[in-house]
């Protein structure tokens, strides 16, 4: 089987759920990040360790996104931006490595965590 060269490999819903999922994990990151910085101005602790292990095992998960991987992009999309919106306005109830520790992320990312 011929594919057309000139006919994109996902369509534009897909390339922007995707962008949108990549943006999830960056935010992710971002708070992570912010997490350390702000654990800096104690004694280094196990949490740190732990912080920054959750925050490479979400930089390990964006590098194996794919765009046509639409189940892993949905996923991330529904469960880290809900997440992310109620961390950001303050009413989650979980913390930051709560979170990590509960996601569905696939079995290859949670093993060594």
């Not at 992009?73 to 880290?80: D, L, M, N, P, S």
Request: aromatic letters at 8%; hydrophobic letters at 40%; one cysteine or more.
């Amino acid at each position: 089987m011929q594919t057309n060269p000139d006919l994109p490999l996902w369509s534009q819903e897909e390339a922007i759920a995707y962008e949108s999922a990549c943006e999830c994990i960056n935010h992710l990151i971002a708070l992570y990040s912010e997490e350390i910085n702000n654990q800096k101005a104690q004694v280094a602790t196990e949490q740190d360790a732990r912080l920054k292990a959750a925050r490479g095992g979400f930089a390990t998960e964006l590098r194996a996104l794919h765009v046509s991987d639409r189940e892993q992009v949905a996923r991330i999309r529904g469960e880290y931006g809900a997440f992310i919106r109620q961390h950001v306005a303050g009413v989650s109830n979980l913390s930051l490595l709560d979170f990590f520790s509960s996601r569905q992320a696939p079995d290859f990312l949670k093993s060594g965590m």
